[in-house]
Each structure stands twice: as C-alpha cells, then as structure tokens.
C-alpha cells in the first residue's frame, strides 16, 4: 500500500498523508479513561538545540526524483497557565529509498507508516507530520494537508492518547502553522499552532514576544545602550524561575530585578537562620524565621514594583512547582545538592528549558593551624536541551551521587565541620549567570557557539571557560528530552492551576 499526498500546484507541495492504514493496533497502550477534554488553548511548539539545523539540512535538500522532503518528529506535551505545549523530543527523517514521486504529491509507504507510529508507540511520545515552505512567512496547511491531518488523527489519539499529534509545515523566519490534536479532545476538535520556540543560545521565539511598555523607562537608558530597546523589551516580556533562594540565588534575584525582568518565579521552602544573615542578599536580623521567598519578593518589590514575583513555597520537584517553573523562559538552578541537580536536569530536558546552573566550592588546607583555603572554585553553566547535559560536562555522575547519599559530599567547605559560604564568591557566580540570563533571552553578545560553561577560580584570580561534546549515547538525554509531563500525570484527574 502506497502513502499519497495530493497538491494544488508544483510550486506549493504537501506531504501529509491522506489515509490512516498501516498504523499498529493500540492493545498495548493504557485505556484513556473518562472524556474529560482540554480546553481549547493556545499551542506553542517547543523544539530542541540543534533541532532548526537538522531540519534545515534534512527538509532543504531536493528529494529523490523531486519529492518534496518529510519528517516525523516525536512529541510529548504539557500545559502551562499560558499555552498548551507541544514538545518535540526527537526527528525521524525519511529515507530516500521510501519516497515515491506521484503526480498528486509525494509518496511513502504504509510499512514506513507503521514503523514510524511503532516507535512513537514504543516511546510513548505523539506524532508529528512536518514538512517546509520555506518560502511563506506565514506557512498554513493547505485544505489537503488539513483533510488528510484530519483523517490521521483519530487513528493517532487511538494508538496514543495521552499525547499530542500534529501536521506542521516550516516556513521562512523559523515560523511554524500548522494543527494539533490535544489529548483528551474529541476527534473533531483541532487547534491551530499560535508560537513556536526554538531554544537556543539565544531563545527564539517566532512571533517575538516582547512587553508593549516599560515602566520607569529612563531607569534603564545606560543598560539599553548595551542591549537596545528591543533586548529591554525581551526582558520586560521575560520570565525566569530561580530554584533555591540562599546565597547565590539571593544575589541573582536582586539583579534580575535591577536588570528589569518582567516575571520571577520563585521556589523555595526553606526559612530564614541566623546562619542565612552574612550571605543572604536582603535579609535582615527581624527576618529569622521567615520564609525566604517572603523576603526576596519584599526585596523585588523596593527595587523594581513593575517586576511581578510568584512564589511556590515548596520543595522542587513537587507537581506545584513544577507545572509553576514549566511556564518560564530561563530556569536557574541555585541549590546545594547534586541530588536535586538531577531533577532539574531531568526538567530542563522534559519541558525544553534552559537551564543555568550555579555553585561555589572551598576545600580547606589540612593541618593544625590557621585553616587556610586551598582551593575556592565556582561555575556557571549553561545548559541547552538537546546540547551536552550535566552527566556529559561531569558535573553529575554517579560516584559523585553515591557519595552525597553516604553522606561524603559534596559539601561547601571540604574539611569543615558544617558547610559554609561567604557573599562575595556568591556575588560572582551570580553576576556571571545574570549576563547569561540577559544573553539567553536578548542576545545582545555575538557568539559563535551555544555552549556555556565557566568556570571561576578564585585562588588563582581567573575565569576560564570549558568545551564538552555532546554524548549521543547519554542516556539521560535521549530518556528524557521532550518528554513533557509524565503519562501517570497528564491522564490523572489533577488539572493544572495557576499559583
């Protein structure tokens, strides 16, 4: 049985199937339960690092015998207070050898079909049609693109309902139309795709999304010069989530106020102790006892009143904090443990976000004696999803995880009794992550890589920046990317809330 796309015209070719046969039967897969259905939302796509480029060179090559080039992408999904997000975690090209010229279209086979919709099975994971007219700027299905997507659905949401399906066609600029098939909607129901991200080193977001005003706009002149009006606007339209609000993310959260972004949502359940007063940016002696996010949204508020502050006063990862930080543009991960390191890189990579990680270690010299510090080391790194993870740059690893959980590290201070930091190595660090934050979402620096890695030693005075490769047999990339919310979590009866 051969796959038929149909055209109006040579110049504008399609490449959605016009029928459903040949797709896996779906006993394997978990029933879908009641029919509660998602709202109609808005849909955003979010696509990986490195994935704008593999669908350039795979979509942008003249297909055999001048078929037009297809891709199948996998997808997750989750929903935010904004949007509903299709998230794609992985690009299956089709082989020259399965297209088919045909007078109507483009042609591949149902075995090809098949093979496709098992592995979307296998993973779990939505499937999505993609092919580029890349010469429209508002790229939209064609009604024979739209019937044959509708035809499609049902037997997609059959196999695998708890994800999304959809037929998306590129166009000029990285814009992206299209439809979507949510989970838990009826057959009937479709949503048209409103923004795309693409999340990179800088963020892309195709429309831009960007503030209609800015107040106290004479505030930031010196800081425009620097990043223009437009990267004050990117800002202003920003949201960033800080985990963990001691030392550096103390520090991070007075300067992302200063530097004018829009929206901070903040995740911590910890309390204020006397303990917090030397390195805690804002706190004060009457705070002890108080909740730091009490104290860090008073602090947001006497620098900057137009910065909006949501707090989730509870451990991450819980299902609050998650579906809260799963809406931001930028998360940055200021915790203590390497434990907790894995969750957000578990996140970044699920939900598409960037995610910069900051941290400070001392080890003492050993001996009787003044103690005097043998090594001060810090780090700012920026994690791209779909680039090299915490596992490949050596930040995690399991023997580091094995001796955290006896106990044996890591700790502040190696050597000392209770761990300890002091605020000016915190200072540092967080000046260096903001920079990043201003470049992930503004792009004001002109850099030739996406990669951010650096490190700062502050025995020997210097700041130096690492290079690791992306490991493509990193099991914690390919388990978790795109993956969006868990199965167990988006087919239960919990429904997102807003804060």
């Known amino acids: 049985m051969r796959r038929t796309t149909r055209t109006r015209a040579k110049s504008r070719p399609r490449a959605v199937p016009s029928e459903s046969r040949g797709l896996p039967t779906p006993e394997s897969h978990p029933p879908t339960g009641g029919q509660t259905q998602w709202p109609s939302r808005r849909i955003e796509i979010r696509f990986p690092s490195g994935f704008a480029n593999r669908l350039d060179s795979d979509l942008g090559r003249p297909g055999p015998g001048g078929a037009e080039r297809v891709m199948f992408g996998l997808a997750g999904g989750f929903e935010t207070s904004s949007y509903y997000v299709v998230s794609v975690a992985d690009l299956l090209p ?162 992302a106020a200063h530097a004018g972004i829009g929206t901070l949502v903040l995740v911590d359940d910890d309390t204020i102790e006397a303990s917090n007063l030397a390195r805690l940016v804002g706190a004060e002696a009457s705070d002890i006892s108080r909740r730091k996010t009490e104290v860090m949204t008073r602090l947001v508020a006497r620098i900057n009143p137009s910065t909006t502050v949501l707090v989730v006063n509870e451990r991450f990862p819980s299902a609050r904090s998650i579906r809260a930080l799963s809406d931001v543009d930028v998360v940055v991960s200021c915790v203590d443990t390497l434990s907790s390191r894995v969750e957000l890189q578990k996140f970044g990579w699920r939900y598409l976000l960037p995610v910069v990680d900051i941290g400070i270690g001392t080890r003492l010299a050993e001996g009787p004696g003044p103690r005097r510090a043998q090594s001060i080391a810090g780090h700012v790194h920026v994690y791209l999803p779909g680039g090299p993870c915490m596992w490949c740059s050596g930040l995690l690893s399991q023997e580091k995880l094995s001796l955290e959980s006896a106990g044996l590290g890591p700790e502040y201070v190696v050597g000392a009794a209770n761990p300890a930091q002091v605020v000016s190595f915190n200072g540092v660090v967080a000046s260096m992550a903001v920079t990043e934050l201003m470049q992930l979402v503004t792009g004001f620096m002109a850099r030739s890589h996406n990669q951010v890695l650096l490190q700062y030693d502050v025995v020997a005075g210097e700041m130096y920046s690492l290079r690791v490769d992306l490991d493509h047999h990193c099991p914690h990339d390919t388990s978790e990317l795109g993956m969006g919310d868990p199965i167990e979590f988006a087919s239960s009866s919990i429904q997102p809330r807003g804060l």
């Open 94 to 255: 089709v082989p020259d050898e399965e297209y088919t010229p045909s007078e109507s279209g483009t042609a591949w086979s149902s075995k090809l079909m098949a093979k496709v919709a098992s592995e979307a099975l296998k993973r779990s994971l939505g499937l999505l049609l993609i092919h580029s007219h890349s010469f429209s700027s508002h790229p939209s299905l064609s009604r024979t693109d739209e019937l044959g997507f509708r035809t499609l659905a049902p037997r997609l949401k059959s196999l695998i309902p708890f994800r999304p399906h959809g037929s998306l066609v590129l166009g000029e600029g990285r814009s992206v139309g299209g439809l979507v098939s949510l989970p838990r909607a009826s057959n009937q129901a479709f949503n048209r795709i409103g923004d795309v991200r693409w999340t990179e080193n800088p963020i892309q977001m195709v429309p831009p999304r960007s503030a209609h005003s800015i107040p106290f706009e004479l505030v930031y002149d010196r800081q425009e010069l620097l990043i223009g009006q437009v990267g004050q606007r990117l800002l202003r339209a920003a949201t960033i989530g800080v985990v963990g609000l001691g030392g550096g993310g103390s520090h991070l959260v007075q300067q």
